[in-house]
């Protein structure tokens, strides 16, 4: 039986691990505390003390800022964070939560490990070794990543950023919508002297790569930072939703040398493999595994199944913000887009579609891109209106697609109230849902006491009901911020 060893916090606080390594990483060995809940991560290598004072700021000032303040509660959960640091032996060691069972698989061919994003991200692994209960739906990557996205953007408020952010370093549950972000000993800390990591590859900034060679000191050597971030965000969500990276494709720059090729490729010559105009570095299917396909080919399943607002953030990540990080989507508008698209999901008909869900793609004739199946019937279309002053309303670029038992909630009623992390229980709460019923499609007011039909002039009570019917003006709310629905059906 192993010592239990005790060590006093910089905190002050004591601190008990059982002096049994049990597993190790690229820089840290892990040892268990008493009863599994916590994990004493000790640096192999000595740590300077300019790293030591940046793990204070990361256990000490920003721990506090982010969840000891109102709401925090709600990040310990997106977070695996340290939250004190040890010294014993000689060595520097963080204190962290164990992570949630939840990221563990539970069972088949790889029960106990670790649900790293690879699993998911990549084609390969997903189509020869994942069962279909571990793959969640298209709909689950959705909440996903929404969960993603708000994790980086709360470390971006605070002046922080990861310095290695990348599916290594998020742990994930498609079938719940889950994910963690983890290493946050890595942070890069405003005012202090940067983490030696520059990333894991396929997620290192174009800028980074390319002048990864230069002295730490030189002004022309880029470190990680929040611009960074927002390039291996963008990497991360166009594979969780694609299953293929977005720069690797066909070009070659350097035939007689592979590692320069691999620098060049995600670094000063990196190209969309879907860009509009510049095709010289598209995908040639006949050189993926068949284990890639047919997610691997943009020419079946394009960027754009994906929807218009994450369309247009693609091309300012991977066109116009590639090699000029300002112009590169925050964290903070990859939520709002994945937030919005989700409003514009749809259920596949067929049983057997692989992912379940597709984005309503505007035509008049929608069909799942994944497995082909076409939706059949009428489908209503609801156009969400603002009013900037009263009694008149303008378009917000806004829809919501509705199927047989969706639900309208408040974010959806008045544009004043958004879907993040601030939202209140109250507003969580459903105000309407869908049904297709006797032959036509209608919207039970389930809570809100000011909505009308304004087509027919007339209030629609709580418990009442209005037809979704071609051109239908439903007034959700009087109040300031509210909208109003204009329908439109699509008929197949």
Request: aromatic content about 12%.
């Given at each position: ?15 008990q691990?059982i ?9 840290k060995?892990?040892?268990?505390c008493?009863?599994?809940k916590?994990?004493v991560l ?19 000032l920003?721990?506090?800022r ?24 000689g060595?520097?060691g ?6 949630d069972?939840t ?5 088949g ?5 670790e ?16 069962r279909?209960?571990?793959?969640g ?24 950023a990861?310095?290695d952010?990348s599916?290594?370093?998020v ?6 919508g ?15 002297y940067p ?7 396929d ?7 390319s002048?990864?060679?230069?002295p ?5 050597r880029?470190?990680p ?7 291996a ?20 720059y350097d ?35 068949p ?8 020419a079946?399943?394009?960027?754009t ?20 990080p300002?112009?590169?989507p925050?964290?903070?508008e ?5 937030v919005?698209?989700t409003d ?6 067929n049983?057997?579609?692989?992912e ?9 004739k929608?069909?799942c891109?994944?497995?082909?199946t ?63 019923h ?19 002039n007339?209030?629609?009570?709580v ?15 009087a109040k ?10 699509v008929?197949?």
């Open positions: 039986m192993a010592d239990i060893i005790k060590v006093k916090a910089t905190d002050g606080s004591e601190v691990f002096n049994e390594v049990f597993s190790s990483g690229g820089m060995d892990a040892y268990w008493p009863g599994k916590e994990v000790f640096f192999r290598d000595k740590v300077d003390a300019r790293t030591k004072d940046r793990l204070n700021n990361i256990v000490g920003y721990r506090d982010i969840f000891n303040q109102p709401g925090g509660q709600y990040w310990s959960k997106l977070f695996c964070w340290p939250t004190k640091m040890v010294e014993w032996n060595k520097t963080i204190v962290v939560p164990a992570y069972g990221f563990f698989f539970a069972d061919n790889f029960k106990g490990k649900k790293n994003g690879k699993w998911f991200a990549s084609p390969k692994l997903r189509n020869k070794f994942l279909p209960q571990d793959k739906t298209w709909l689950n990557h959705f909440h996903m990543l929404i969960k993603i996205a708000r994790a980086v953007k709360r470390l971006h408020a605070a002046g922080l990861h310095s952010l599916y290594n370093n742990l994930v549950d498609p079938p719940t889950s994910a963690c972000v983890i290493d946050c000993d890595g942070l890069v800390v405003p005012g202090k983490p030696d990591v520059v990333g894991t590859p997620f290192i900034a174009p800028e980074v790569l002048t990864r060679t230069l730490v000191d030189d002004p022309n880029k470190l930072c929040r611009a960074t971030d927002r390039h965000l963008a990497v991360m969500i166009y594979m969780y939703l694609l299953y293929r990276h977005p720069l690797r494709g066909s070009k070659v035939v007689n040398d592979e590692q320069r090729d691999e620098v060049l490729a995600m670094g000063e010559k990196a190209l969309f493999i879907e860009h509009p105009t510049d095709r010289s570095n598209r995908v040639k299917p006949e050189q993926l595994s284990a890639e396909l047919p997610q691997g080919d943009p079946k399943l394009p960027y199944i994906c929807g218009p607002y994450l369309k247009a953030l693609f091309d300012r990540a991977f066109i116009e913000g590639l090699h000029d300002d112009k590169r925050s964290a903070n990859w939520e709002e887009a994945l919005k698209t514009l999901m749809q259920p596949c008909s049983p057997n579609c692989r379940h869900w597709f984005v309503f793609d505007n035509t008049t929608p069909r891109p994944f497995c082909g076409e939706y059949k019937g009428v489908l209503p279309v609801l156009n969400l209106y603002y009013s900037p002053s009263h009694g008149k309303f303008l378009s917000e670029n806004y829809r919501l697609m509705v199927y047989d038992k969706q639900t309208l909630y408040m974010w959806h009623v008045n544009r004043f109230v958004v879907p993040n992390e601030k939202i209140s229980d109250e507003d969580k709460k459903p105000v309407g849902d869908f049904h297709f006797n032959g036509q499609w209608i919207l039970i007011n389930r809570r809100l006491p000011d909505m009308w039909d304004k087509t027919d007339k209030q629609i009570p418990g009442g009901y209005v037809p979704l019917t071609e051109g239908r003006k439903i007034l959700l709310s300031d911020g509210g909208r109003l629905i204009v329908v439109q059906l008929k197949n």
